[in-house]
């Protein structure tokens, strides 16, 4: 069941933030996000595990809130770099046997 | 992480013919897994190839159109065969590292334009 990525696409300017959401209708045991730029393979950003703990680094940080089955993705102080396409992967059964089930993904465009 | 490589980059084949992709990584990996990205779309599972047994398909892929093989730890194959334009897309392979970290890494994928 794909999850459901909101906003579909955000115009930012340099320096501003961005919150990007990804929600299952099924229980998740974890979310992945990656950014993809055009011509590109995705990049791995960080993954969030069920009962784990908020990640982040850099400017660049994801939450995991398992009673509404829902991660967000939070970038602060946007640099022209972080423009691409943000894709959240989920596992619903854990264990790593398991490939992703991708949501549409969001469109972040960084304007100077 | 890992080092992920894929061979061809890019090919462009005509219709009814049949493609081979390679995926090599460089240390030994447990699972491994190939997906499809249609232009300008999300990443869509197609298979879960796990070293010495048959690979695991998903919903809508079928092993006779995209047979997959798993020599060792480090190489896969996915073969895309007797394709039609509708099988343009491009082809990644990723890899879990298999640290227990669940983190799942991609190969830089194939480009495929069937004409």
């Known amino acids: 069941q794909q999850p459901v990525q909101s906003p579909q696409a955000v115009i930012l300017r340099e320096g501003e933030d961005a919150v990007i959401n990804c929600s299952s209708s099924?229980?998740?045991?974890?979310v992945h996000w990656y950014r993809q730029k055009h011509g590109e393979a995705p990049v791995f950003l960080m993954i969030l595990l069920k009962g784990g703990e908020q990640k982040g680094h850099e400017k660049i940080s994801a939450s995991f809130n398992e009673k509404k089955q829902q991660s967000s993705l939070y970038l602060t102080a946007s640099q022209l770099s972080y423009s691409g396409t943000y894709f959240c992967?989920?596992?619903?059964?854990?264990?790593?046997?398991?490939?992703?089930?991708f949501g549409k993904g969001t469109h972040l465009i960084i304007q100077p | 992480s890992a080092v992920i490589s894929q061979k061809p980059s890019r090919d462009i084949c005509q219709r009814g013919t049949s493609l081979t992709i390679q995926c090599q990584v460089d240390s030994q990996v447990t699972m491994m897994f190939w997906y499809r990205q249609q232009p300008g779309q999300s990443l869509t599972l197609i298979a879960t190839?796990?070293?010495?047994?048959?690979?695991?398909?998903e919903s809508g892929f079928v092993i006779d159109k995209f047979p997959i093989s798993r020599p060792n730890l480090t190489f896969s194959t996915l073969t895309v065969s007797n394709m039609s334009p509708e099988d343009s897309s491009i082809y990644l392979c990723s890899v879990d590292v298999g640290t227990g970290s669940y983190e799942q890494y991609f190969g830089p994928g194939t480009r495929l334009t069937v004409t």
């Open positions: 992967g989920t596992d619903y059964s854990g264990g790593g046997a398991d490939g992703l089930t």
């Open positions: 190839a796990n070293q010495g047994s048959e690979a695991t398909y």
């Open positions: 099924k229980a998740l045991y974890s």
